[in-house]
């Protein structure tokens, strides 16, 4: 005993760890045998007791009377077998009413050889004068009190024609005017008016209409509203824009 005592005492630290980590693995693999056996044996059971048994249920039987008795009687009630016999009748099928057949209308020779007429063109009026012309009374703020024709020659395109001669007219006399000489229009000229009335025309360079008469005795008083001007237009001082248009070239 004393021999195996001193064989203890001489094992060092790391002998015991190795000791204790084999005597652990030890009780680990026992312990793992035994859940493997319990668990085979309550399977074993569980399959044991799981066992299915079938009964067989006796088929009803028939006993039958004596033959020597007039009427036999069964005991048990055989139940039949209901089919039911329905004969499916085909649904109506509906005839289709016939489309009406689209028939193609042929244009006889006759219509096709019609020639029908070509239109005519419309040919533009001849104007009756070269210088056709129009004549506007100015607004007062237009104005500003001037008593004048301004007077203006231009071709189909509103441009100006230069060095173009117009004659004023009154009863007892005429002046003629010449265009070009107007930085605002090269087609401008004015002739100042003063009482009576007068026409104004285009000379020398083919037939002209004849404006007028014009005349500044107007007895009204007309105010720009722009600047308050209350003689913008009044008796002797009213103006007039004339435009002559060259109609022929």
């Known amino acids: 005993m004393n021999g195996l005592k001193k ?3 001489a094992i060092n630290n ?5 000791l204790i980590i084999l005597s652990m693995a030890v009780n680990v693999v026992i312990l793992i045998g035994v859940v493997m056996l319990t668990s085979a044996t309550k399977l074993e059971l569980l399959l044991a007791g799981s066992v299915i048994e079938y009964t ?3 088929l009803p039987t028939f006993t039958s009377t004596p033959t020597n008795q007039p009427h036999a009687t069964l005991i ?3 139940v039949p077998t209901w ?3 329905v004969t499916p009748t085909s649904a109506d099928t509906a005839t289709p009413t016939p489309r009406p057949t689209r028939r193609v209308i042929a244009a006889s020779a006759a219509i096709a050889a019609i020639d029908l007429p070509s239109p ?4 533009s009026p001849t104007p009756a004068y070269d210088f056709v012309g129009t004549v506007r009374q100015m607004t007062p703020c237009e104005n500003q009190g001037n008593h004048h024709i301004f007077a203006y020659v231009r071709d189909r395109d509103g441009h100006g024609i230069p060095n173009m001669r117009m004659r004023v007219s009154w009863p007892t006399g005429e002046a003629f005017l010449m265009t070009g000489d107007k930085m605002q229009d090269a087609g401008l000229a004015d002739f100042a008016m003063f009482k009576g009335s007068y026409n104004i025309e285009v000379v020398g360079a083919g037939s002209s209409q004849l404006i007028g008469p014009i005349s500044p005795d107007i007895p009204q008083n007309e105010t720009c509203e722009q600047n308050g001007n209350t003689e913008a237009n009044s008796l002797f001082h009213y103006s007039f824009e004339v435009i002559f248009t060259r109609m022929r070239p």
Do not use: F
């Not at 790391?14 to 190795?18: A, C, D, E, H, Y």
């Open 7 to 9: 064989e203890i005492a």
């Open 14 to 18: 790391g002998q015991w760890v190795i």
């Open 56 to 58: 067989r249920t006796p």
């Open 76 to 78: 048990g009630t055989r």
């Open 83 to 85: 089919t039911p016999t």
């Open 120 to 123: 005519t063109p419309t040919n």
